[in-house]
């Protein structure tokens, strides 16, 4: 089985301005389902510790949830 190697360390961006906006990853999962993302809470984690590679549409989901501008996913890599 190969490893995931993510090339670059935007989980904890994730978490960090999920944690900006006082959120639990239960309410970040809930609202990326009222937008048509289905998302488990344990996958969701994957994302914030790097254990899953994150898609272009969760990242632009997440943007809206965060009220933040896109680029803010990069800003510390």
């Given at each position: 089985?190969?490893?995931?190697?993510p090339?670059?360390?935007?989980?904890?961006?994730?978490?960090?301005?999920?944690?900006?906006c006082?959120?639990?990853?239960?309410?970040?999962v809930?609202?990326?389902?009222?937008?048509?993302?289905?998302?488990?809470?344990?996958?969701?984690?994957?994302?914030?510790?790097?254990r899953?590679?994150?898609?272009?549409?969760?990242?632009?989901?997440?943007?809206l949830?965060?009220?933040?501008d896109?680029?803010?996913?990069?800003?510390?890599?």
């Open positions: 089985m190969q490893k995931i190697r090339d670059l360390d935007i989980g904890s961006t994730i978490r960090n301005l999920r944690l900006q006082n959120l639990s990853q239960d309410d970040v809930r609202e990326l389902s009222l937008m048509g993302l289905t998302i488990s809470r344990s996958t969701y984690a994957k994302l914030e510790t790097n899953m590679n994150i898609r272009i549409s969760e990242l632009k989901a997440l943007s949830i965060f009220h933040c896109f680029n803010a996913f990069f800003i510390d890599i």
